[in-house]
Structure formats: C-alpha cells, structure tokens
C-alpha cells in the first residue's frame, strides 16, 4: 500500500474550490488504472497559502516556504497559475521557477506538478455542461445556456464573464439572494466529467506531467 498526500497552491480561493476535487479525482483515476501496488489517496488536499513573513517575496520564495512549511503532509504538491493568454509564458515564469526551488532545496519531499490552464480556471469548468446542468439544477442546452462547443473552449478570450452569463442563465434571480457562481465550484469539481477535460490542451498537458511524478514516485510505470 503507498500513501499519496497532495498539496496545491493556487491563485486564489475560488481556484482552490474547483482544483482540489479535480486533482484528486485525476490522482485516484490514474493510480486505480495503472499502479503497481494498492494507493491511499486523502480526499483532503493540503491548501497551501503565504506566510506573513513572506508576504512581498517573489513567487518561487513563497511556494518554497509553502511547501516546506508542510513537508511531510504532501508527497504531490500542485502549483496553479492562470495561463491568461499564453499559457506557456506562465509556465516558464509563474511555475517552473518554484519547480526548480523545490527540486533545489526539497529533493526528498516529493514531486511538483504544475497546473495551468489556458488563460483561467473557468475555462475548465465550461468543458462539461452536463456538470454545469447538474450544479445549477437546470434543464437548459448547452446552446440556450451559452456554453461554446469544447473544440473553441480554450480559444474564448474571456472563460470568466461567459461563465458569469451562464450562471446568470441558468440561475435567473440567484444574484438576487446574495448568490453567485462561485458558491457552485465545489460541487462542480466535484462532477465534472474527466472526460471532457481531457478533451482540453491545458489539462492533458497536467496530466502528462502528473503521470511523469508519478514515475518519479514509482508509483505507476
């Protein structure tokens, strides 16, 4: 039996919400698939945030303190980024300087995966209106909700606001009551459909390097 723990830091709370049931749903479907040996996955993701004394740090030095703040409460760490429009550029700037930090100073505590998707976290959330249906309690259509269809997904400039007019679409009067779409990124992580995720670029590209860690764990081959 291995014991996988996972962490993730994240732009902010909202993102936490709908990441952390995503991540470890992908962490229990690939490990149920392809370990080699029994793997214990807490349904509890670690959120890691900063501490008041690195407050005004660069990023890389944050996570760092982060992470080893909580070493041993994670053998994953996820590290978010909104891939606004180039979500390579955030990769190479927002990610990959903490990756290098923590290989550099936290060889033993585990392995990083970094978590970009093209331009913001909503983008992921309109990928399944089935979830989108199931979280609002509505019957409308991809079409009458507004949803674009998965191939233009990550080409739509704003994900937010369109997922805004699908909320406001398929909750009429919920804004009314002190209601918003954030209050749904819970449940919608924790139903959407990793199918329709792994139609979307910026995800597949997670899950490439999420299996990579798990190599590097040897916890599948």
Not at 91 to 96: G, I, S
Not at 123 to 149: K, N, V
Not at 182 to 209: K, P, V
Request: glycine share 8%; charged share 25%; hydrophobic share 40%.
């Amino acid at each position: 039996m291995q014991y996988l723990s996972l962490a993730l830091y994240a732009e902010g709370p909202t993102d936490y919400r709908f990441l952390s049931p995503v991540l470890h749903r992908l962490c229990q479907d690939i490990c149920l698939k392809e370990a080699q040996v029994p793997v214990d996955i807490p349904e509890f993701i670690q959120p890691l945030g900063d501490t008041e004394d690195m407050k005004g740090a660069r990023r890389d030095e944050r996570i760092l303190a982060a992470a080893r703040q909580t070493a041993g409460a994670w053998r994953i760490l996820f590290i978010h980024a909104d891939g606004d429009k180039n979500p390579e550029k955030a990769q190479t700037e927002r990610v990959d300087p903490a990756l290098r930090l923590l290989q550099q100073h936290l060889p033993k505590a585990g392995a990083a995966v970094g978590v970009v998707p093209v331009r913001e976290t909503e983008s992921w959330i309109l990928a399944d209106g089935d979830a989108i249906r199931s979280a609002l309690g509505t019957l409308l259509t991809d079409q009458a909700l507004g949803l674009p269809s998965p191939g233009r997904i990550e080409q739509e400039g704003a994900p937010k606001e369109i997922l805004t007019r699908v909320f406001n679409t398929g909750k009429p009067g919920a804004r009314t009551r002190g209601q918003s779409e954030t209050m749904y990124f819970q449940a919608l992580g924790e139903c959407i459909s990793l199918a329709a995720l792994r139609q979307l670029r910026s995800f597949m590209r997670l899950e490439e390097n999420l299996r990579e860690a798990l190599r590097t764990l040897q916890i599948i081959k």
